[in-house]
């Protein structure tokens, strides 16, 4: 799996509901998390928040409408007719359903387009009793100071290299180097604003 810009319509929501890139990058399907998953966060959003957010044009997609082979940019009026299907079953991922019954699928965001809007709160959400245990001892701040380090020096030219560099010197462990990356990524920029 490469790092990418683009989320799914599940990507954005989990993000949007919980604010955490470790389940962002574990969970591909948003109704499946939501039901059959008891090690969860406190909700910090909801899928209301991110349909608020296509629909005033704060945040862009693209998607498939049934029956076309491309995806096409879907206007905020796009999003005045649709109501997001939660279909809440572990295989299905989110759809669209326009007013006339037409489904859009295949719909990706800007991953940077949605944390701009919905950005990491100031601390990690709290979890409850069933909770997931935490990663390994590394400080994401020690990661983050040194990628920046590396970039201000112009020992590196790009984020995804200078996080590559800080999981190797400090022996970062956990799910996928991808995962790591993308929530160094976000942490960076959420400590570093443009």
């Known amino acids: 799996m ?25 969970n591909e399907n948003y109704g499946a998390l939501c039901v059959y998953t008891n090690s969860l966060p406190t909700k910090v959003g909801s899928a209301c928040d991110l ?22 940019l879907m206007t905020q009026n796009i999003w005045m007719d649709c ?20 489904m859009w699928n295949n719909i990706m965001l800007n991953m940077d387009d949605v944390i ?15 909770g997931r245990s935490k990663n390994s001892g590394y400080n994401d701040d020690e990661a983050i100071s040194y990628m920046k380090v590396l970039l201000d020096s112009r020992e590196c030219t790009n984020m995804a290299s200078a996080g590559r560099l800080s999981i190797e010197k400090l022996g970062i462990q956990g799910n996928s180097e ?16 443009k």
């Open 2 to 26: 490469s790092i990418t810009n683009q989320w799914t319509l599940d990507n954005a929501l989990t993000w949007v509901t919980w604010r955490d890139m470790d389940i962002v990058c574990r």
């Open 51 to 72: 349909h608020n957010a296509l629909k005033t044009g704060k945040i862009t997609a693209r998607g498939q409408k049934q029956g076309d082979c491309q995806r096409n």
């Open 83 to 102: 109501k997001i299907i939660q279909q809440l079953t572990k295989s299905s991922k989110i759809k669209l359903l326009n007013n006339d019954d037409t």
């Open 116 to 130: 701009r809007v919905f950005p990491l709160s100031g601390s990690k959400p709290s979890y409850g009793k069933r």
């Open 178 to 193: 991808d995962s790591i990356l993308r929530r160094l990524r976000v942490n960076f920029n959420a400590k570093y604003p």
